[in-house]
Each structure stands twice: as C-alpha cells, then as structure tokens.
C-alpha cells in the first residue's frame, strides 16, 4: 500500500528538460569573470551556465595569544555565588522573621508611648501630692503688697507683709 506523501503512478517530469544529454562527464569549464569580483560563470556538463559568487577560501585570522586570567576576576567569580546565595537566605529569613519583627515593632512603639506618658505624668503627679500636702496642713501664707508713688517720675515704695 503506497504512502500518502508518495504518488501512486509514473513520477513527473520537471521542465526545463535540457535538449541534449552528454554520454560523458566533460569537465567543468570556467568562463572569465564578469566585472564583479567573486563572481564566476560555470558551464556545467549538459550545457548551462551558472553565474554566482565564488566561495574564496579565507585564511582565519591568527588567534590572539592565549592570557591568564587575572586574580581579581577569579575572586569576583568564586564570590558572586556566595554573594547571591546569602542575599537569598537573608530573604528567606525575613520572610520567616515577618511576623516576629511586626509584633516586635508594635511592642516597641508600645513602649515608647509608655516612657512618653511617664515624663509627662510623673512631674504632675509630683506636684499634685506637693499641694495637697500643703493644703492638708490648714496654714496658708498671704504675702501683701503696699506700694507707693507720688508725681509722674517719682520714686516708688512699698511694704510686703507675711502673715
């Protein structure tokens, strides 16, 4: 049973069909080049000639003299890795610590409004129980002042009584 992808019947005939077949292979003739260069024109054996570039064989260029490499690019290459891989577990890490360093932060802020409220309560409290002491002893001081002055530019004064 013949494949789909190969005809069943007579193979087809591709034109151009060349007019005469050579029974023996004549060498390749070169015809002179055109005015291009690596251009040539080829008869080949049944009679047809081709033009087209030539390949040229190029001599590769001389390979630069092989340098050791430097020790600072050997130790930038042995510590990039190392480099990239602690930068990779201290992710990781904070990644784990997240929720640590968050309630830590909170507790910290906690306290600072601790401290805060104690410099401001403390001095008030102090002087809170100061005049509450004073008042509990039932003495009061009552300073007076008595002051005088004769004329627009005249010396003042005065007496202050403590009672």
């Known amino acids: 049973m013949p494949h789909p992808e190969q005809p069943s019947g007579p193979t087809p005939v591709h034109y151009p069909v060349p007019l005469h077949h050579p029974t023996a292979s004549a060498p390749l003739a070169t015809v002179p080049p055109t005015g291009l260069p690596a251009v040539q024109s080829v008869q080949l054996p049944d009679g047809r000639i081709i033009t087209g570039y030539a390949l040229t064989p ?8 092989a340098r050791p490499v430097p020790a600072w690019a050997k130790t930038t290459a042995l510590l990039a890795p190392t480099v990239g891989g602690g930068v990779a577990a201290a992710g ?10 968050i309630a830590m932060s909170q507790a910290l802020w906690s306290a600072a409004a601790l401290i805060v409220a104690a410099v401001i309560a403390v001095p008030v409290l102090f002087r809170t129980a100061r005049r509450a002491a004073a008042s509990g002893s039932g003495s009061t001081t009552h300073i007076t ?11 003042a004064t005065g007496t202050i009584n403590h009672q």
């Open 92 to 101: 990781i890490g904070l990644s784990y610590a997240a929720p640590g360093l």
């Open 145 to 155: 002042q008595n002051i005088t002055a004769t004329g627009l530019f005249g010396r």
């Open 58 to 65: 190029t001599t590769p260029a001389p390979a630069p003299a």
